[in-house]
């Protein structure tokens, strides 16, 4: 009896090509039967990491995300922070206040949550009442009498001292007269009028200089009686003031001493509020000018500015209300600046310059998250300039520091608001690529003190009865919040199905749920444009494959030059030295694979395997080490008894760009193999894997397109139920073929062999046994091993026929010979 084949015993049935989701398995009939609340599907790893990090309340436990896009890690990282945020308390409000005493250093102040709105009212109204009543008090009439009973008390008295030195200048002879320059004195006639300077000039020098003389003697008078003139003026300002700022007293005192009463708690507040009395009393002219103004509004010019409201002073800068807030806050910031994160002052133009004060501060997002928790993206704060930086100083520092770009670069210092810190209590939760945390980790000292949690999402998670169940409320909940029609259980295990091809595996499913949704909602769109009720698994298929068509067309071109013989693939027919390679195309969201032509030729020399992709400089370093494994294979294979003597060459046939990776090295092993036995390898079968020294054949990627690409080769060529594709048997599992290659391949029209060794599949290949070596390093002649063997010895000895002396590896050559080409 003739044993079985290679053929025969390697190839996979039809059920281990796919795996099938059993509707009956899921126990409901549509997504509608089930909870709608959202939830992480799978993720077990970086679930638990996340729920760790954000218990701990430690100093330099932030978290860092890991992940590629689309596995739901900001998704869950946001669900899971905010049910956390619920059971905190809410963290209190913040105020920034103007600090009487140095202006450019607004005073921060803490106030219970809730309370910095109330006691920014608060204050507004006490500054109204304030307005309303020095307003009404110095515009009463009562006021105006009484300033004037001051003023005319002083001016009595003024009066008083110039009445007593007019009298005694008159007593000799003299008048007081006053100049723009001041007080002076006059002589006057006999009638008491003044004399003129011409007459004065003109009267006998005796007369003139006994003038004079009392003039001189009224001087020290009239000085006393400036100075007391002085004085009484000094007093009657003073008065004055003093009057005024016990009218302003009487107005300010009652609203203030209500607010300190009930602010008496919180001694930050009490003492803005006393320094806030003072200053009104100290600028009470400013205050009274503008309740001057705003009593004439309609009457004054408009100005080419608007006058800063002196009032403005005593506003309340709310940076932070919780008024809203239920529980901690959880912020996410998507445009990360510096600005942005640690808050800013912005300026105002004022007569042509710019200006701040402590009211245009803006708080950034640490002070909103301030007390919860802060979501970042961590390519939005790296790309950002200084955002990152400005994060780690806020965290490593434990406090929130409103600085101006340059100044905290230390590029540019210059004058302007240095507002109070406010302590920072906050759990910061980045979100990022594992490339991104590596990088950051490795080249950041200070990352792995600031982000020590790291909670991992991968991108695939174990294919479990309980796994499947969770994707099916995944499904029923983003039918729920859409509005999109229910899936019936065929159609959720269309999506199942669709997972697992997404990751590639008959044991897992994909966790890129932005890939999953995407069928879901067109699965939904084709439903309603066929009018059904619910989602079945014609319209996930119809998503699916409508998805493809959008994007393929790069495939279908390649496809058809290989229908018209532009490209050169052979699906017929057995060819020495000539195999079918697969290789995979990834042109964005979409991904194909497709054949392409590798030959090999060996002739005699010693130069060893070249591998022509690597002399023109277009083969990957991945693909060169394929390369010189295979060459280190066949040297440990047939060159135990003799040197091995060959000069061989590589190529992908047709090739425009640069090759990388090493899934060809048994393909390119297999064409040399035929090259050196003389054995034609079959056309119709394509090969995937790469090799080691061993001969063992190792698993690769891309196996499901790469499958369906020669399967759809073949099939424009036209099917034979010869053809197929020989992948390693590692890859077996990872098989989640499209239905219509599954139903070829039960039709007999197409096969996929596995195979474990270099030996099985070459096997395959040519339909000879490989053989195997006897334990003289022997194998049978007829076998493929035994063919290579023997052209490898002739190779050899046709070497040494042009090459006289020591074979290559057994000594020196001699000098100056080289042989011929």
Aim: hydrophobic share 40%; proline share 6%.
């Amino acid at each position: 009896m003739t044993p079985p084949s290679a053929r025969d015993t390697q190839r996979l049935l039809p059920t281990a090509l796919r795996w099938t989701c059993d509707p009956a398995e899921l126990e409901f009939k549509t997504t509608g039967d089930l909870p709608t609340e959202a939830a992480i599907v799978g993720q077990a790893r970086g679930v638990h990491a996340l729920q760790f990090g954000l218990g701990i309340d430690q100093q330099g436990y932030n978290i860092f995300v890991s992940g590629p896009p689309g596995t739901g890690r900001s998704s869950y990282a946001r669900l899971e922070i905010e049910r956390l945020a619920q059971a905190r308390p809410v963290p209190p409000d913040w105020c920034y206040v103007r600090n009487f005493a140095t202006a450019d250093q607004p005073v921060a102040i803490s106030l219970p949550p809730g309370e910095g709105g109330m006691f920014r009212r608060r204050v507004g109204e006490m500054v109204a009442e304030v307005r309303g009543g020095l307003r009404r008090a110095f515009a009463s009439e009562a006021y105006e009498q009484q300033r004037a009973e001051v003023a005319r008390r002083y001016e009595q008295q003024l009066g008083e001292v110039m009445q007593a030195l007019e009298t005694e200048a008159r007593s000799r002879g003299l008048m007081l007269q006053r100049t723009p320059t001041g007080i002076v004195t006059v002589p006057v006639d006999l009638q008491g009028r003044p004399v003129s300077q011409d007459v004065f000039d003109a009267l006998p020098e005796a007369e003139r200089a006994r003038i004079t003389a009392r003039m001189k003697s009224l001087e020290e008078s009239m000085a006393e009686a400036q100075r007391k003139a002085r004085a009484l003026e000094r007093e009657g300002r003073e008065a004055l003031r003093e009057f005024d700022a016990a009218t302003a007293r009487g107005i300010i005192d009652g609203p203030i001493a209500r607010l300190k009463e009930q602010y008496r708690d919180h001694p930050k507040v009490a003492a803005f509020l006393e320094a806030a009395e003072q200053d009104m009393l100290a600028h009470l002219a400013e205050l009274r000018a503008a309740g001057d103004e705003e009593a004439g509004e309609q009457a004054r010019p408009e100005l080419p500015f608007p006058r800063r409201d002196p009032y403005a002073r005593y506003q309340i800068n709310l940076l932070v209300d919780h008024r809203e807030t239920r529980g901690a806050p959880v912020i996410t910031e998507t445009n990360p600046t510096y600005y942005n994160l640690v808050g800013k002052a912005e300026y105002r133009a004022e007569f042509g310059a710019l200006v701040t004060d402590f009211t245009m501060l803006k708080p950034g997002a640490l002070h909103r998250a301030n007390g919860g928790y802060l979501v970042l993206q961590a390519r939005d704060v790296l790309t950002s300039p200084f955002a990152y930086e400005g994060l780690k100083r806020a965290l490593r520092s434990r406090e929130i520091r409103v600085e101006p770009l340059g100044e905290a670069a230390g590029l540019l210092p210059a004058a302007t608001l240095r507002p109070d810190p406010i302590p920072l209590d906050v759990k910061v939760v980045l979100i990022g690529t594992p490339e991104v945390y590596h990088l950051l980790y490795g080249f950041d000292e200070e990352f792995e003190k600031l982000f020590k949690i790291r909670a991992d999402f991968d991108v695939v998670i174990d294919r479990t009865p309980d796994v499947q169940r969770a994707y099916a409320r995944a499904i029923a909940a983003i039918c729920h919040r859409t509005g999109s029609c229910h899936f019936d259980a065929a159609g959720v295990a269309a999506v199942l199905e669709h997972s697992a091809r997404l990751a590639s595996s008959q044991d897992k499913l994909s966790t890129r749920f932005n890939e999953v949704v995407e069928i879901i909602y067109e699965a939904a769109a084709w439903a309603r444009e066929m009018r059904s009720e619910l989602v079945s698994r014609e319209h996930v298929r119809r998503a699916v494959e409508e998805k493809a068509y959008r994007s393929n067309l790069l495939e279908e071109k390649i496809r058809e030059l290989v229908a018209k013989g532009v490209i050169l693939v052979d699906t017929q027919g057995a060819v020495t030295g000539q195999i079918n390679g697969l290789s995979v195309l990834q042109l964005g969201d979409y991904t194909f694979g497709h054949p392409s032509r590798i030959t090999a030729r060996a002739y005699v020399g010693g130069r060893g395997v070249v591998n022509i992709e690597r002399e023109t400089q277009m083969s990957g370093r991945i693909h060169s080490k394929g390369v010189f494994v295979l060459s280190s294979l066949l040297a440990s294979r047939f060159a135990q008894q003799h040197p091995l003597s060959l000069s061989a060459s590589l190529t992908f046939e047709q090739l425009y760009s640069d090759v990388d990776g090493d899934s060809a090295s048994s393909t390119e092993l297999y064409a040399l193999l035929s090259e050196l036995s003389g054995l034609p390898i079959d056309q119709g079968i394509a090969v995937t894997g790469s090799v080691n020294q061993m001969g063992e054949i190792q698993p690769i990627g891309g196996v499901n397109e790469k499958v369906e690409g020669f399967f759809y080769t073949c099939k424009i060529k036209g099917l034979t139920g010869r053809q197929g594709v020989v992948i390693p048997h590692q890859n077996a599992r990872d098989l989640m073929l499209r239905e219509e290659v599954v139903a070829a391949v039960g039709e007999g029209r197409f096969h996929v062999w596995t195979v474990r060794t270099v030996d099985e599949g070459i096997e395959i290949l040519t339909g000879t046994p490989a053989g195997r070596s006897d334990p003289d390093g022997r194998y049978p002649d007829d076998s493929v091993n035994g063919r290579v063997a023997r052209r490898l010895a002739e190779l050899a000895r046709r070497f040494r026929e042009f090459a006289p002396g020591p074979a290559p590896g057994q000594g020196p050559e001699p000098p100056k010979e080289t042989p011929p080409a």
